[in-house]
């Protein structure tokens, strides 16, 4: 396909357990960000990445949180000892260099228990 | 730092009459304006966004929105809804730095009566 890709859709965990979400950004796209939606909340941002690069991490609410894009391509947002409070639908967005649009993907949805 | 403000959570109407969702914004400098829709069980859509130029912004599936400077606002009409319109709505600001985040209202959920 050729949009924004995320997987998994939907993924259930204990509390204090370590998750990986990943994002498949449309071919081509440099730039990536993650966003966190919170159940009656509009998305809340996390972490840009401008190729392989974080350029803005400043949405990452502590250290349990960290991403990566080793090859400018697809990321991974790792979160570490989960929280009942990280519970949400985690989104990821891609653009490319010579558009003002972000592309969202349809989200992966985290329940810790 | 910049803040988007959705006046309404949520806002019925019955099908075929016409809608409006208010969205104000607050920046110090200047912004790109945006609505992305939500449909239930589905990922966020754009429906418009202001960049430049003229201040009524046409959209899909009928929608517009008109950018009011002086007024720090950017509400999102359609003239007549259909049940299909059923969706969250997201107004959403972005500075003109081309690759920076989205800032994005709380959202509005447009329940529409048959």
């Known amino acids: 396909g050729a949009g924004v890709s995320q997987t998994p859709s939907n993924k259930v965990t204990e509390k204090g357990k370590y998750v990986e979400l990943r994002c498949d950004p449309i071919?081509?796209?440099?730039?990536l960000y993650w966003y966190r939606q919170s159940l009656g909340q509009g998305p809340e941002f996390l972490i840009y990445?401008?190729?392989?690069?974080?350029?803005?991490d400043s949405g990452l609410p502590n250290d349990r949180f960290f991403a990566v894009r080793p090859e400018g391509s697809v990321s991974t947002l790792k979160i570490q000892r989960t929280e009942r409070g990280d519970s949400a639908v985690y989104l990821c967005a891609s653009s490319g260099t010579r558009t003002d649009t972000q592309y969202f993907g349809p989200g992966t949805r985290l329940t810790v228990l | 730092a910049q803040s988007v403000t959705q006046l309404d959570s949520q806002v019925p109407v019955f099908e075929e009459a016409p809608v409006e969702l208010r969205c104000n914004y607050s920046?110090?400098?200047?912004?790109?304006l945006f609505w992305y829709v939500q449909y239930p069980n589905q990922g966020l859509q754009l429906l418009l966004k202001y960049l430049s130029g003229s201040t009524l912004v046409k959209g899909i599936n009928g929608f517009e929105a008109e950018f009011n400077k002086s007024q720090t606002s950017f509400h999102l009409r359609k003239p007549s809804v259909h049940i299909s319109d059923t969706a969250e709505y997201f107004c959403a600001v972005r500075t003109m730095n081309r690759d920076d985040k989205i800032i994005f209202g709380k959202g509005t959920r447009l329940h529409i009566l048959p």
């Open positions: 071919s081509g796209h440099t730039a």
């Open positions: 990445f401008q190729g392989t690069g974080a350029a803005d």
């Open positions: 920046s110090s400098v200047s912004v790109y």
